[in-house]
């Protein structure tokens, strides 16, 4: 018989507190694992879901809208509680749409929609291998180049104004090579 179990992270992206109401921006993570029976084969199934959730001052929920992407929920919340941008400084350096707050420590960073149409020099679909952290570099976008920083089985996307030869040059110029001295990123 095949079992199943249901692994469920939630993640606030920002949160923000107003007229004694808490507005959250969550990114909800489930994995379903299905064993397809005791010695062999198990297949996963990931999958996420975005919520701009409403709460009262005793962390009820009050109301929950689902989203279809993290890119239209977090276009809402900030168009709705945040559109100063005092809380969410982070946005894709070529579509503009906000991004979470792990964005911020990077330079020029890319939404994964705007990172979905990346191509290599020979206009293919980029390689990596996240076992080894490496892939190829640099990439386009709409016949922009970024460089794709690789870590921690993924990798984050940076748009590159300055054409630069590589990464180094690229971080260099960027400001990027200081800021990581000051707290390892
Ligand atoms: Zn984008």
Redo the contacts with the bound molecule.
């Keep these: 018989m095949a079992k199943e179990k249901e692994i469920k992270r939630e993640e606030i992206c920002y949160q923000i507190t107003r007229d004694s109401y808490i507005y959250q921006a969550v990114e909800r993570f489930i994995e379903t694992t299905r064993r397809i029976d005791k010695s062999t084969s198990i297949s996963k199934y990931t999958k996420f879901q975005y919520f701009l959730i409403k709460r009262d001052k005793d962390n009820k929920i009050l109301s929950m809208k689902e989203y279809p992407s993290i890119n239209s929920l977090l276009k809402d919340f900030k168009h709705k509680h945040d559109p100063e941008g005092a809380v969410m400084k982070a946005q894709?350096a070529?579509?503009e749409?906000p991004l979470i707050k792990f964005y911020e420590n990077y330079p020029n960073p890319?939404?994964r929609?705007?990172d979905s149409k990346a191509v290599n020099l020979r206009g293919e679909e980029p390689k990596w291998n996240s076992w080894a952290d490496e892939g190829e570099n640099p990439v386009f976008i709409n016949g922009k180049k970024c460089w794709r920083r690789y870590r921690f089985g993924g990798y984050i996307t940076m748009f590159d104004p300055y054409d630069s030869r590589d990464e180094a040059e690229f971080y260099e110029k960027s400001g990027f090579i200081k800021k990581r001295k000051r707290r390892e990123v």
Excluded: G, T
Aim: charged share 10%.
């Design positions: 894709c070529l579509c749409v890319v939404c929609e705007c």
